[in-house]
Every structure is written in C-alpha cells, then in structure tokens.
C-alpha cells in the first residue's frame, strides 16, 4: 500500500532522466484521464455556480454559491440527507453481517460449493429496476405475495400498507437492497476468507481453541481488510441510492434520496444549476465519508498487510 | 420548492464595480465572459420565445411533398405508426415515418427536449403530452398553429384544443385525447351522480370501496384537480394568478382524506398508479374505479366483464362535472426543414374519417366529436358517449412553463395530507408557496 518515494537529494541524473521518461510515457494516459474525469466534474461544478432558468434555456448568469447556500439551507436536502443515511446505515450494516455469514458458509467444504457460490450471486446479477419491481409488487396491499401469505397465516403486516408510511416504506426499501447486494458483500469477503492459510487455524486447534474463539481472535481481526473494503463500496453505493426509492415510493413518505432530489431538479425541471449544485452536494457527501473511511479503518488495512509480511 | 430561489446575481455585479474592486470586476467579467462562450457550445444565442415564433401556414398542407420525420414515445398501440402509413398511402406526394425516441412518457419528454435545444432537424413533428405545450412553446421551439387550428376548428373538440394553447396561441393540433372515468360494479353500487353519494356508497359495504390513484406522482396531482375542479376551485387563474388558497381546495382535501378515514377508500390507494389500481379493481373486491378510457378493454377480459359499467366522471353536490384532459397533440418543431408537409399530415390526423380510426383500430379517445355517435365506433367502443360526456366537460391542467414543479407542488402536498403527514392547513399554505416561487423561477 505504501508508495516509496525518493527524496530529491538522493536523485542522481539518470533518476531524472527515467522520471521525465515515465512522464511521457504515461502522459497519454494522465491526458485521457483528465478528459474522462476532471473535464464533466469540472463542467458541473461550473454548472452549479450558475443559474439557468427554463425562461433563459441555454443562458447562464452566474451567481456564485447562490445554488449551494439555496441547497443547504432547504428542508428537502437536508430531510433527503438523513434518509439516505439512515438507509446507508441499515442496509450497510446488514449486509456486513449476513455477507460474513454467507462467506462463512460458502467457504466450508460440501458437495455442490461451487454451484451454490452461483446461485447465490443470482440477485446481484439482476437489474436493480426489475428487482424493485418485484419487490414493489410482493408488498402490494392486497393482492402482493409477501402481504397475501402474511393475512392468509394470520401475522402481523398482512393488512399493513408497507409502501404507504415511512417506517415500513424504509424496510422495504432496506430489504431489496439488502437481497440483492448481500451476495456482492459476501463475494468480497469470502475472497478475505480465502487468503488466510489453513496453518493458522491448524495451530490454533493444536492450542486448543473453541470454534467461537478461533472465529472472534483470528477470522475476524483476518478478516478485517475484506470487510472493511466490502463496507466502503457498499456505503459509497448506498449513498448514491436512487432506482430503490424511486421505483418503490419515489419519494413518498419521507424516503427520497439526494440523488432522487438532483435527479428531480435536473430532469423534470430543467433546473441545471440547482440540480448540478445537488449532485455536487451528494458527489462531496460520499467523497467526505469515504476519506474518513480509508483514513480511519483503511489504517487497518494497512496493519494487517504489514502483519501478514 | 424552497430550493428554486429567483437569485439577483446582475446586482451583486454591480455593486463590485467600486474602484476598489477593479479586480473582482475583471474577474466578474473575465468569467461572464466565459459563460457566455460555454453557453454558445450549448445552444446558442437568446430564444426566440414564443412572441417571435413563426407560424404554420394553413394552405401549405396541399402542395407539400418530401418526407415528414414523426418522433416521440414508443408506439405500444400502434397508433403513429399506423397513421404515419395510412398518411402515406392517401396522400402520395409525402412519406411519413414514426421515429420512437423514448421508452416512457419522461423519456421521450428528455429526448424531445435534448433535440429542440439543440436545433436538430431530425424530426418535423413531435407526439407532445398535453402538458407539455406551454414549457416548449414559451421555449420558441414550436411553430405557432393558430391559422392551422383555426382552420380546422369545427372538426375539433373544444377542449382538446384548449389543451394547445399558451398565451393566447395555439401551438399544436391534438391528435386523440383522454379523460378519467369511473368504472362502477352495477350489481353492487349506484351509478356516481357526484363524489359525495360516490363516496358514500363506497363507505356502505367493504366491496364497495373506491380505487383510486394516490401515489406520490403526477396521477395524484389529475386525481386531486378532477375532484378540485368539479368542486369550482382552480390552480391558477386565467391571468395566471395563484388561487390554490382556497376553501374548495380545502374541502376536497378534507373530503378525500375523510374518505380514507371513513373506508370509503382503501390506504392502499396511497401506493396506487393507474396499473395496480386496475389489478386490485380486478379482483372483485371494490365498487368504484377512476381510470382512463383503455381499463375497458381489460376489465371485459376479466370475469367482471359482465358486471361493470362505466361513467362519466361524477359532479360535486349541487356543481357541474368538470375532469382534467390527457392526451397527446402534434407539435411541428421551429427547426423542421418540411413544415408543409407536417401540415399535410396535421390535416390527415385530425380529419373526421381518420378520427373514426383512431377510436376503432387504436381504442384511443377522438378529437372529433361525430366519431363518437358513430355506429361503427359505438359497436367497438360502447362508452363512447360517457367519454364525450367527461372528454366535453374536462378542463386542462395548470398553463405554464413549469408545470413541471406546480405539479410537484400539488402532488407531494396532497399526498402529505392524505398520508397523514402533515395537516391540511400547513398543506395549503406549501402549496401555494411552492406553486408561486415555481411560477418566479420562470
């Protein structure tokens, strides 16, 4: 992980010349980059600092951080703020849990492993459109299938509208998510699982360790690199929710995501520079949280490599 | 919303322009001018707007020839196609095609909107929702029909054509319109003469219930105006003023949410569009649906098929029944390179005999008033004359370039009230506010 660097006291002119060679070489490259990433962050940030009306379409007056202070200083975004954290942190947290578990499983040795490993990655390979459909179908009051088995044996929910009121909107919209990239979690994990060497826990049986110490002193704390890594993806993902919400309530009952907000200024109402100032907003979100991420648990990632060395 | 603020950004560049602050007036202009530059690449100088649009020539229709691209959202029916080569056929100097540029109603609109900013020639006619008219015509994106409407005017319901109209022109020709209806089971509930003995028939027995569309979407906001509009309230005036601040807006906002209170509608509606509507309605469990004209065809496919009628869309208790109107009209762009042949085409679609065909082969609501007493037309479609009845008395929705966001405003207020989110006053009052700062945004 660590990048060694050469103090310049130490560089003769051969290090140079190879320095200005590798420059070349991957300027190529670094223009290209430039042009895919920089060039459209930068237009939207030039976006955001403007004001396009539907009146003036095409005209922009600029008007500095006019659509951020605009934007901050809304219920919406900051209603919008909190639920998608609170989804973030459900559904995240779920998936760590049920992925290990499921890692767990897949890693042990039985007949058919390796057709239950595809099976099991089913959900994840569907598009999250359709999966939500489906999931907005099975919670239909009255004739959905999860509502319908729950009247029909008498439980509790069966006469709930699940997509009518914030809490049980919230879990639906938790669970689809949770169905469908638990697999994904998992995948990572299992392949965390798989580095740690069969001699480790050799050692730890000949010591006489119990399945649940070995499991709590040496997978986890082993494991620690992949889970980490498996929950930065996801909450970079959950951040940016947008198709879950907007399939199953868009928006409705306090469950609209920023994106969901952006996409609403941008698209139906052709508002450019507040909706770009939101994407801003939502894209600085995620970037915030994922930097605290890598800077405080992404050092455990660092130890454990070192250890493993 | 909150977030659209009319900001005054000419003001603060003003005020830079002290001696003091020669810098940040280079700046300032150094970075307008940039802005200018990038919104040149983008599309170019100021719109035309809608006062210098120009207009579409009545007479041209008859010596057109060439080719006419049609373009808008993916023809499940049947129906653009099917015109576009009927026109072919009968007029033999132009070609028509249909080009789909859109999967849904939102996607066909971006597409729509994508092209006419950026002057593409691609399409002479586009398929136009009727809510879209005054945002592209305020735009300078249409040619303006007036003398094509008015020339056709007397084959025309009037209002479809009011569905065109934007500061007092016409920019566009409807093509086949829509109107809500209720389908009522006659077996078990009277015929809907107003929503108060509707919804009180509905409250009697729990298979009497009323489905509507209450989900958090533009559905809500035609649900809610239909109910608005028969009770003699309105969304904006006819100079454009906000007049949602009223005591009929009130009453049917308490009206439909002591309906759900009451069980005369199940809370289910609040997770409703037009297809779950229709599904639960067809498991036999309600009295009363609110759905559009092509339910029909479904519903007779079902075993209700013998037990349901259809009606028009009931009045409010001592009022006058007054709906909202869909449909879909046709625009020629301001950049078609063939106008007269896209007035051929207007001239075919909207002629009484081609009318005939769009309720018989495509089940879709005519334009033309004499296609509904047709015989040949009552046979395939036997609700003919309640259409009429709720397509005559239909009113459209709110005429402004950001309909867009007063729909919004509409829909997520009301469904705040009617999930019980927030009260009725506090609803009102959003309303209005959203609706006016949508309006300022303009």
New interface residues.
């Given amino acids: 992980m660590a990048i060694k660097t050469i103090p310049p006291s130490r560089t003769s002119g051969r290090d140079r010349a190879e320095r200005k060679l590798a420059f070349r070489m991957t300027a190529p490259s670094l223009v290209i980059m430039a042009l895919v990433a920089a060039v459209p962050i930068g237009y939207a940030i030039?976006l955001s600092l403007?004001?396009y009306?539907?009146?003036?379409?095409?005209?922009?007056?600029?008007?500095?951080l006019?659509n951020y202070i605009?934007?901050l200083?809304?219920?919406?975004?900051w209603a919008a703020f909190g639920q998608t954290f609170l989804f973030a942190g459900l559904s995240v947290s779920l998936e760590l849990i049920l992925g290990t578990a499921m890692a767990l499983l897949l890693n042990l040795a039985f007949k058919g492993r390796s057709v239950l490993r595809t099976v099991v990655l089913l959900p994840y390979a569907i598009i999250t459109v359709v999966s939500a459909i489906t999931w907005q179908t099975m919670f239909?009051?009255?004739?959905g299938l999860v509502t319908n088995v729950l009247s029909t044996l008498g439980l509790p929910g069966g006469d709930v509208?699940?997509?009518?009121?914030?809490g049980y909107a919230m879990a639906v919209i938790v669970m689809a998510d949770v169905w469908k990239t638990t697999p994904f979690a998992a995948l990572i994990i299992l392949a965390g699982l798989q580095v740690i060497s069969a001699e480790t826990y050799e050692a730890a049986e000949l010591d006489g360790a119990s399945k649940w110490q070995t499991f709590v002193n040496i997978t986890l704390p082993l494991l620690r690199p992949a889970i980490v890594l498996a929950a930065i993806f996801r909450t970079m993902d959950a951040l940016r929710v947008f198709d879950l919400p907007f399939v199953l309530?868009?928006?409705?009952?306090?469950t609209e995501s920023m994106s969901m907000l952006a996409y609403?200024?941008l698209?139906?109402?052709?508002?450019v520079g507040?909706g770009s100032a939101?994407s801003i907003l939502t894209f600085l979100t995620v970037m915030v949280v994922s930097v605290i991420y890598v800077r405080f648990a992404g050092g455990n990632i660092r130890d454990v490599a070192k250890e493993e060395q | 919303m909150d977030l659209n603020r009319p900001a005054s950004p000419l003001q603060s560049q003003n005020n830079a322009a002290t001696p003091r602050n020669r810098k940040g007036l280079a700046a300032a202009t150094a970075i307008a001018a940039a802005a200018l530059i990038l919104s040149a690449c983008g599309g170019g100088a100021a719109p035309q707007g809608a006062e210098q649009a120009a207009a579409a020539d009545p007479a041209s229709g008859a010596n057109a020839s060439g080719a006419v691209n049609i373009c808008g959202v993916k023809d499940a029916s049947g129906i653009y196609k099917g015109t576009a080569e009927a026109f072919t056929k009968a007029n033999g100097k132009v070609t028509a095609k249909y080009t789909e540029i859109g999967a849904t109603t939102d996607e066909a609109r971006t597409q729509i909107v994508q092209r006419l900013e950026g002057k593409s020639t691609e399409c002479d006619l586009f398929v136009t929702d009727v809510i879209w008219t005054s945002e592209f015509a305020s735009q300078g994106w249409l040619l303006d029909q007036t003398k094509l409407v008015e020339a056709n005017k007397d084959r025309l319901i009037p209002s479809t054509v009011e569905t065109t109209k934007y500061q007092d022109k016409y920019w566009g020709s409807p093509f086949f319109t829509n109107a809500g209806l209720i389908y009522y089971q006659k077996d078990k509930v009277a015929k809907p003469e107003s929503w108060q003995q509707l919804y009180a028939e509905a409250a009697k027995a729990p298979g009497n219930g009323y489905v509507y569309q209450g989900k958090q979407y533009e559905g809500l906001t035609v649900n809610f105006l239909e109910m608005l509009y028969s009770a003699g309230g309105e969304v904006l005036n006819e100079q454009g003023d906000v007049k949602i601040d009223s005591k009929e807006t009130r009453d049917v906002l308490n009206f439909m949410s002591d309906g759900l209170k009451s069980g005369s509608a199940d809370r289910a509606v609040l997770t409703y569009n037009e297809d779950p509507a229709r599904l639960a309605y067809e498991s036999g469990d309600f009295g009363y649906q609110r759905n559009w004209p092509h339910v029909y065809r479904l519903l007779n496919a079902t075993p209700l098929a013998s037990s349901f009628a259809v009606a028009p869309l009931p009045a409010w208790e001592g009022g006058k029944a007054s709906g909202v109107l869909g449909g879909w009209n046709l625009a020629i762009s301001a950049h078609s390179t063939n106008q007269a042949g896209a007035v051929a085409f207007i001239d075919f679609a909207t002629t009484p005999d081609w009318q005939k065909h769009v309720a018989m082969d495509y089940s879709q609501a005519p334009v033309n008033e004499a296609a509904y007493s047709d015989p040949a037309v009552l046979q395939k479609m036997p609700f003919a004359t309640e259409l009429l009845a709720s397509v005559k008395g239909a009113k459209p929705r709110p005429i402004s370039p950001v309909y867009p966001q007063i729909s919004q405003a509409i829909y997520k207020n009301v469904y705040a009230v009617l999930s019980g989110t927030a009260s009725m006053e506090e609803a009102v009052q959003k309303m209005a506010e959203e609706i006016t700062t949508a309006k300022a945004s303009f």
Avoid at chain 1, 73 to 77: G, K, L, V
Avoid at chain 1, 161 to 166: D, M
Avoid at chain 1, 249 to 254: E, K, L, P, Q, S
């Fill in positions: 030039w403007n004001q009306s539907v009146r003036t379409a095409g005209l922009s007056r600029f008007v500095g006019d605009a934007a200083t809304s219920n919406e975004w239909q009051p009255n004739m509208v699940w997509l009518g009121e914030h309530t868009r928006g409705a009952n306090g609403t200024q698209r139906e109402n052709r508002l507040e939101l």
